[in-house]
């Protein structure tokens, strides 16, 4: 299983299930709720594009293993229990990813016996975040410049996000950031 907030999803994650795919037999990419991030797009929101994106990677490189796309509240570990994973698979970006990742996998597997695969991110995807995304569709004048970090599909939305005014953009612009709404 790869659990994430995915708000919004990046090239980086995209990567990440691609070369899982060729790791386990099936994959659950589980889009979860981070109580310290302030969400830009909704659960089903997250889905619907991560769905869409999963469907052209798995048409495009078949004969790996099959992909769905869940959304969870709660622990991950449950989540991952009631979905019958044995292994969490999680993206490094740089070594402070690697410090924080390693304590929740030694807590994962302490608490609920599960495992965890990491795979270093590619070169291109090791300084891409989500809330960096989310920073740079707020301040820039045309989120237009993420296309090397997310899809076309991603720019678009963020581009209409921040045509509404949506208000994970304006506490990141007034220094507000990370508070729940």
């Given at each position: 299983?790869?659990p994430?907030?995915?708000?919004?999803?990046?090239?980086?994650?995209?990567?990440v299930?691609?070369r899982g795919r060729?790791?386990?037999?099936?994959?659950v990419v589980?889009?979860?709720?981070h109580?310290?991030?302030?969400?830009?797009f909704?659960?089903?929101?997250?889905v619907e594009?991560?769905?869409?994106l999963?469907?052209?990677?798995v048409?495009?490189?078949?004969?790996?293993?099959?992909?769905?796309?869940?959304s969870?509240?709660?622990l991950?570990?449950d989540?991952?229990?009631?979905?019958?994973?044995?292994v969490?698979?999680?993206?490094?970006?740089?070594?402070s990813?690697l410090?924080?990742e390693?304590?929740?996998?030694?807590?994962?597997?302490?608490?609920a016996g599960?495992?965890?695969?990491?795979i270093?991110a590619?070169?291109?995807?090791?300084y891409?975040?989500?809330s960096?995304?989310?920073?740079?569709?707020?301040m820039?004048?045309?989120?237009?410049?993420?296309k090397?970090m997310?899809?076309?599909?991603v720019?678009?939305?963020?581009?209409?996000?921040k045509k509404?005014?949506?208000p994970?953009l304006a506490?990141?612009?007034?220094?507000?950031?990370?508070?729940?709404?």
């Amino acid at each position: 299983m790869f659990p994430g907030s995915f708000d919004p999803v990046t090239y980086g994650h995209l990567d990440v299930i691609r070369r899982g795919r060729r790791l386990f037999d099936g994959l659950v990419v589980a889009v979860g709720r981070h109580p310290g991030k302030d969400p830009l797009f909704s659960p089903e929101e997250r889905v619907e594009m991560l769905e869409a994106l999963v469907q052209r990677i798995v048409r495009d490189e078949p004969g790996e293993a099959e992909v769905r796309v869940e959304s969870f509240a709660g622990l991950t570990v449950d989540f991952a229990r009631e979905m019958g994973a044995t292994v969490l698979l999680r993206g490094i970006r740089n070594l402070s990813d690697l410090q924080s990742e390693v304590q929740q996998a030694l807590t994962n597997r302490q608490v609920a016996g599960l495992e965890t695969a990491f795979i270093v991110a590619g070169q291109d995807f090791a300084y891409t975040s989500s809330s960096l995304i989310k920073q740079v569709t707020a301040m820039a004048e045309d989120p237009s410049a993420l296309k090397t970090m997310v899809p076309p599909e991603v720019v678009k939305r963020l581009k209409q996000k921040k045509k509404e005014g949506h208000p994970a953009l304006a506490r990141l612009l007034n220094g507000d950031a990370g508070r729940e709404a």
